[in-house]
């Protein structure tokens, strides 16, 4: 899920769980503006495919960095990033509170159309 800084779910999409995340990056049409920055968790660390998406779309890709990498952010850049990041989570958390213990549905169709639903419901409830 691609959420704006409102909290807003922009684009969201439906992978197995045995999908990596960086993978699923891939999948998205990534409708947003040039010069907009992704910001993206541990896992999504790939200079191949930030430098790729700087290069064709003009999106900055910045992930959270572990201590280990090369390109460190500084403690300012740091800082909106946790800030940022803290956002995202509360609206995961706020879309799987909505969330019954288990989602009964016949068809992967049935179940997406539900977890739909729930996201609209989300959204409905930010007005």
């Known amino acids: 899920m691609i959420v704006d800084t409102d909290g807003v779910p922009i684009e969201f999409l439906f992978t197995p769980g045995s999908t990596a995340d960086i993978s699923a990056l891939s999948?998205?049409?990534l409708y947003i503006s040039v010069g907009s920055k992704l910001l993206r968790g541990r896992a999504y660390t790939s200079y191949?495919?930030?430098n790729i998406l700087l290069q064709l779309k003009g999106?900055?890709?910045?992930?959270k960095r572990k201590f280990c990498h090369k390109r460190q952010h500084s403690p300012e850049k740091n800082g909106l990033i946790k800030k940022f990041r803290n956002r995202i989570e509360t609206v995961f958390s706020s879309i799987v509170?909505?969330?019954p213990r288990q989602i009964k549905a016949r068809s992967e169709k049935g179940?997406?159309?539900k977890v739909?639903?729930?996201i609209l419901a989300y959204m409905f409830g930010l007005l």
Do not use: E, Y
């Open 27 to 29: 999948l998205f049409d």
């Open 48 to 50: 191949s495919i930030a």
């Open 59 to 63: 999106i900055h890709l910045v992930p």
């Open 97 to 99: 509170s909505r969330m």
């Open 111 to 113: 179940f997406c159309l």
């Open 116 to 118: 739909i639903f729930l």
